[in-house]
């Protein structure tokens, strides 16, 4: 085994990846960007080593600063975690040539699977199934464009190299196709140099499911049964479980058998995951392999009871397998929700910020959280935006649900939108409950889990103007303490007025909504008049910051984290943002220019598909912004003329940066 490894990667697969080292009792190193100098990984790790700017493409993509660090801290392995470098191999070839272990697959089998349409090829050959398709080297408009028309709609286009859903999109007619073409183009050629295309046939509603296999230098390979990744959304994963939903033993066997056949089609060794499109008969297609650790590796440790990231050590340092596939077995099931900085309301939107505030569920065998942030940090652009990965366990797929839905409700993040809310809308939904999954499940369901949003609840201002009681009393009587005059009526807080009511008003806003709020001081808490008429509450500050409230009777608990003057109140899963203000400090605040579009989020300029004097339409795309991997469209808001461009291609924009400026068609208006 391993004296000392280096882990080059961030944030919580870094922190995962220390702890099982730890555990081995092997030394760990880390690497950190500028950015990152802070970060929990750091402290994770027996020691740590600078190696450069934010930017990814400055630091952890820089192969040769890692290997450096590898050699002068007498590192004897390089785990690569996912994403980075850990599918790239050169690094891999690049590591075993300068006598440090990769602990990952041979770049052969890399190289292999880093292609999809090579990948196919293999496959094909090994009498693993796949999706009809076309995967050929002619890489013209017109053969693409034929092979589409040849194939029928709708149908996926997707980078040949890389995953992640970068470079894919679904084409639904022939008259899109070429538009649809050169935006996966471009994002591919982004994220991976390679703007290589394949077109498949797209199933309409399958299942995702993949299975985790493990090969060994000793010609030994298992599979560590399977997973259900069909919730996504931009083709990306949001909730997984394991084992998956409906899954029968002879359909496990069959898809286990052709996981199994296609990592020794290509010599396979370590961790490794085959994924395969189910559809609705039971017949199921190779869709590609991810040559690494995945993000959801931690349901299969629950159901399985086995710790992945030993196993990796153990097979890269030469060793067989730990288990057979007949030793292995299924203990339970698992959910594993990924808590992403996002705004699924805008369709899922990246989202940046400081973690002001974050309190996560206590962990035990039935909940685990894994992470690499903590309170105070920065979630930035320079890298992926999940927070944590949320994973819960119960001996049946019902209890786990209802862990993850508790557990759901106890996490508490303020400071930067998440998905939090949406998680939990989504593990209330019956479909989910009854395993009803499918690759468009979000989408079926996008009336339940975007729903509308109402006025604001009653219950939400008195938990709201509670907590301002409470911090007044709390500041007052400290303000008595230290008092030369401890009795005078006016260092009390119960509101004391002379020869009136005592009541305090507070003034909220939410929106373009202003709500008052009045306080009544009673001997056992107070009454508040609000929108719905007179309410009774009292409560108090636990030690732990939470907000206890009796509210007519009824006993609740809810997070209410105050910065200057803005409230956010969370409550079952839910948060509520409202500002508090004095109306007669207000000041009238200047708009924004009718004319202008400002950036959504800090990002890159690819493309700018408009100039001054253009004439557009409401909807029309007019610049493409790259932010977090991902391409995103600014459109015109309303039909008009082009009046200025701000920015050029390749030029980085701030969030609220204006881009261009546009003037309404008069005749439009009015």
Known sequence: MFEKILIANRGEIACRVARSARRLGIATVAVYSEADAGA???AACDEAWLIGAAPARESYLRADKILQVARESGAQAVHPGYGFLSENAEFAQACIDAGVAFIGPPPSAIIAMGSKSEAKTLMAAAGVPLVPGYHGDDQSDGRLRQEAN???????????????GKGMRIVHSAEEFDEVLQSARREAKSSFADERVLLERYLIAPRHVELQ????SHGNCVHIFERDCSIQRRHQKVLEEAPAPGMTPELRSRMGAAAVDAAKAIGYQGAGTVEFLLDRDNSFYFMEMNTRLQVEHPITEMISGQDLVEWQ?????GETLPLTQDQLEINGHAFEARIYAETPERDFLPATGRLRYLKMPQESTHVRVDTGVQQGDEVSVHYDPMIAKLIVWDRERTGALRRLR???????????NTNLEFLTTLCTLPALAEGRLNTGFIETHRSSLFPARGALPDEVLALAALYELLIEARQAKRLQQVSSDP???WGVSNGWRLNQDNFHSFFFRRGGDEIEVTAHYRREGYQLELPSGKWRISGEIAHDGDLLADIEGR?????????????TILQQGRAWQLTLHDPRLDAMEGEESEGGLIAPMPGTVVAVLVAPGDHVRRGDPLVLMEAMKMEHSICAPFDGEIKEVCFEVGDQVEEGNELLLMEADKAKSV
């Not at 029928?152 to 890389?162: D, E, Q, R």
């Not at 508790?406 to 930067?416: E, K, P």
């Not at 809810?558 to 803005?566: C, D, G, N, R, T």
Request: net charge positive; no cysteine; glycine share 12%.
């Open 40 to 42: 929990m990984h750091l």
């Open 150 to 164: 040849m194939m029928g709609y709708p149908l996926l286009i997707k980078a040949t190299a890389g995953g992640g």
């Open 213 to 216: 296999i493990f090969a060994d």
């Open 313 to 317: 050590l153990r097979v890269a340092a």
């Open 406 to 416: 508790n557990a759901l409700n106890a996490y508490r993040i303020v400071g930067v």
């Open 487 to 489: 009795g005078s009526p």
């Open 555 to 567: 006993r609740m608990k809810a997070a209410v984290i105050k910065h200057q003057k803005e409230l």
